[in-house]
């Protein structure tokens, strides 16, 4: 295909019936495939540049999709890093004896520098991601959760969506991941997948009736800003996250890792409270079931021996976020404390439990 800036995708038919087209900006619209016409295969995309127009192939869609919003993750980008400069010149430099506190610009914690530079989400999920969708899986129960705060929706853009989990099947979805190594492994038939950042999100106002986002905002470079963008170009904000205020909550982090508080809250820069206030949210808890099919930080609260197996901790962002020491330390702490049955003293109130209060939260606007 030449190069140019496309001004128009769309299919050679209509869409048919349950289907959407979705408006990334005013002078682009994609629209799912619709039925044959004109002696054109069915998906056969039009691209419209100033003068001319070319044909495209059915499989074309998502870089085509990619490369237009190439543009607004990239201006996201700059603004970050003049807002980066702000905070920086706005605040006294961290002490070097102690853990970030909670306000602190640290990136996602002090493990995941490299050679002193910030390590994106994009980059740390183009890292860490390759075996990602190994232990990261829907869990039916908070889904249920998650799809019951949707209601009605039946166009929905998932924000962060990394591989594609707690999509609902039923309904009209678009989703936006900034990583290119998340964006590749999602299944075939996952909903299109638009590269770009939360605090920009290349829509209309009110394009969806809603916007979700799941165990993402932490990762953000700036979730309030991302937080009102998903309740600009939506009607509702569905947001499962964690609180993380209280370290005591979670055995791991209490005995093990209390890197994780100082870096998941510091990178935040904000209670779950003021992330609720920004939008208006309402906040319902989320038990963890003690089998969680969904491997995240939490997840394997009543399973300790899990956090034992390095291809559990490399679908966990907090354990490259850390840095390898800590890992290391807490790996071997827990190890030896299985063995001797330390672990199972401390924590055997755990053990006839079903499901556990560990601080996820859903944000509803």
């Not at 996201?76 to 070097?96: G, I, L």
């Not at 002090?110 to 002193?116: A, C, K, V």
């Not at 996952?190 to 986002?213: I, K, N, R, T, Y």
């Amino acid at each position: 295909m030449q190069s140019g800036h496309p001004v128009l995708v769309v299919t050679v038919a209509p869409p048919q019936p349950g289907q959407r087209a979705f408006t990334l900006r005013k002078d682009l619209t994609v629209t799912t495939p619709g039925a044959s016409s004109k002696g054109y295969p069915a998906g056969t995309i039009f691209v419209r540049y100033p003068g001319r127009t070319e044909i495209a192939e059915p499989g074309d869609i998502r870089a085509l999709e990619d490369r237009y919003a190439a543009e607004a993750l990239e201006s996201a980008r700059t603004a970050q890093v003049n807002r980066d400069e702000m905070v920086r010149k706005r605040q006294a430099p961290p002490r070097s004896d102690t853990l970030p506190g909670p306000h602190a610009r640290c990136g996602d914690g002090g493990g995941d520098s490299q050679e002193g530079s910030v390590m994106s989400s994009a980059q740390l999920y183009d890292t860490i991601g390759a075996t990602y969708t190994v232990t990261r899986r829907t869990e039916p129960r908070i889904a249920a959760r998650v799809w019951a705060a949707l209601g009605d929706a039946r166009t929905l853009l998932n924000v962060g969506a990394g591989t594609g989990s707690y999509e609902p099947s039923d309904r009209d979805v678009l989703a936006v991941e900034p990583s290119a190594l998340m964006r590749a492994q999602r299944p075939a038939d996952a909903a299109p997948c638009v590269a770009a950042a939360a605090e920009s999100l290349p829509f209309e106002d009110q394009s969806f009736d809603a916007a979700m986002a799941f165990s993402t905002i932490h990762h953000w470079q700036d979730p309030i800003a991302g937080l009102r963008e998903m309740r600009r170009v939506a009607r509702r904000v569905v947001v499962f996250t964690f609180d993380t205020s209280d370290p005591d909550r979670f055995w791991l982090t209490r005995d093990y890792l209390p890197e994780a508080t100082a870096l998941r809250a510091c990178r935040v820069l904000a209670s779950l409270t003021e992330l609720a206030r920004a939008i208006g949210a309402r906040m319902e808890p989320v038990p963890i079931p003690w089998d969680c099919a969904d491997g995240f930080y939490e997840a394997y609260w009543r399973r300790p021996e899990a956090y034992l197996d390095d291809h559990v901790r490399r679908g966990i962002s907090v354990w490259a976020r850390v840095g390898p020491d800590a890992e290391q330390r807490a790996v071997h702490s827990l190890r030896d404390d299985l063995a001797s049955g330390r672990w199972a003293e401390r924590n055997r109130d755990l053990v006839d439990l079903e499901m556990a209060e560990l601080g996820a939260r859903l944000l509803i606007a």
